[in-house]
């Protein structure tokens, strides 16, 4: 599966209502017969093709019937395996998989991120404006102090989407003043210093600004935060951030569709000044959703020594990886399980590469099942553990991998 597939729809549209056109405006009956049956051929093949690459599949779940699925309980959590190597292992989480499974994530983890409640529009009552209410992010936080577990922070500042990475009313705030920098600074700072003075000793690791960059494009992403104040936004919320508390471990986060492109060398440019400056930045947030094409291991380890190269620490913070995109192996999911094998992996070859974060508990949970075009490209099933909570084969490749570094 590669990213191509997602144009596929306006494609076939497109010619459609190019062929449509030529039949509806042509005054010749030759040329209106022969595009008649052109519309429908395009119909029937666009009909097959969609079949072919939407149509969900099932693949045959031999994991379920081998002996570790029944010795699984008994042996080591993964947490365990991870404190003995000095790693995090971590799993996105709310509080709806807190409440399902306490046991599996205090057993499994010995890290969590807040998948959303952290995010600036999810702490505003009603989503208003400085008015604020910790307690559903409380809870995730509580149950993490509870059961010993490292808390990475996500997010401070996020410039995409109102009403979840920052507020509804801030474009209209800061449009409507006089002195939009001043008040975009204002605004950032206060938000800043409120959350981080909130979990004083209780989050020590904060992702402080998420996805600077454009989606596909070696440019910073047009958020409000940049339109104001350039990318200095960014440099000025690390400099907040350990203005208000110096102990921090401040991590910077984005998502790659791979790692060897201008994109990522746009991004390793920002890091680089940024460190050139002295600003307080402690680690690279590599997020790892993969949607579309499956990565090659050895440009990303590349990617990571680079990163090492400027003395910052890194994460794979969520991970996730479709299953669909292992669909021409004979096993896809020990085939998927092989892939979690291999970032695992890197952990021994990257000394700064310090945790692997997973962006949810189990598929039963991924983010990915209702957004588009996944909804309908399927199977996506892209983490550890199984609808059922099963484990998979990722989970035991993960594990075994982490054991034997």
Request: proline letters at 4%.
């Amino acid at each position: 599966m590669n990213v191509e597939l997602v144009l596929f729809p306006s494609f076939i549209l497109i010619v459609l209502a190019t062929t449509s056109a030529i039949n509806l405006f042509s005054n010749s009956k030759k040329v209106r017969k022969v595009t008649s049956f052109a519309i429908l051929g395009e119909i029937l093949i666009a009909l097959a093709i969609a079949t072919y690459f939407l149509y969900p599949r099932n693949y045959d779940k031999v994991y379920l019937k081998e002996a570790r699925q029944s010795q699984y309980k008994t042996e080591p959590g993964l947490a365990r395996v991870a404190n003995d190597n000095n790693l995090f292992i971590g799993s996105g989480v709310n509080n709806e998989m807190i409440k399902a499974h306490p046991k599996l994530i205090a057993r499994e983890f010995n890290s969590i991120t807040p998948l959303d409640a952290l995010h600036w529009g999810s702490l505003l009552e009603n989503g208003k404006m400085g008015n604020y209410s910790f307690s559903s992010a409380d809870s995730v936080i509580s149950f993490g102090m509870e059961n010993n577990l490292r808390i990475r922070g996500h997010v401070l500042i996020w410039g995409r989407y109102p009403g979840v990475g920052f507020p509804k009313e801030l474009k209209k705030i800061l449009n409507t003043s006089e002195n939009k920098k001043e008040k975009t600074i204002q605004f950032m700072d206060h938000h800043i210093t409120t959350v981080l003075s909130h979990y004083k000793e209780k989050i020590k690791t904060w992702d402080v600004v998420n996805e600077p960059l454009k989606v596909l494009k070696p440019e910073f992403d047009g958020n409000l935060f940049y339109e104001n104040l350039g990318k200095n936004y960014i440099f000025h919320a690390f400099h907040k951030a350990h203005e208000t508390d110096s102990t921090l471990q401040l991590f910077l986060n984005e998502q790659f569709m791979n790692y060897h492109d201008e994109r990522a060398d746009f991004f390793l440019d920002l890091i680089a000044e940024m460190v050139e400056k002295k600003t307080p930045i402690h680690g690279i947030g590599i997020q790892s959703h993969v949607l579309f094409n499956i990565p090659e291991i050895e440009k990303l380890s590349e990617f990571i020594q680079k990163i090492e190269a400027l003395g910052l620490k890194v994460e794979i913070t969520e991970l996730d990886t479709r299953l669909k995109l292992f669909e021409d192996f004979p096993n896809p999911y020990q085939s998927q399980g092989d892939f979690f094998g291999e970032i695992a992996g890197l952990t021994d070859i990257h000394k700064n590469l310090t945790g692997i974060t997973c962006w949810g508990l189990s598929d039963k949970y991924s983010w990915i099942n209702n957004v588009y075009p996944f909804t309908f490209i399927k199977p996506n099933e892209p983490l550890i553990f199984d609808s059922e909570m099963a484990p998979k084969p990722a989970y035991f490749e993960l594990k075994d991998v982490i054991k034997s570094n």
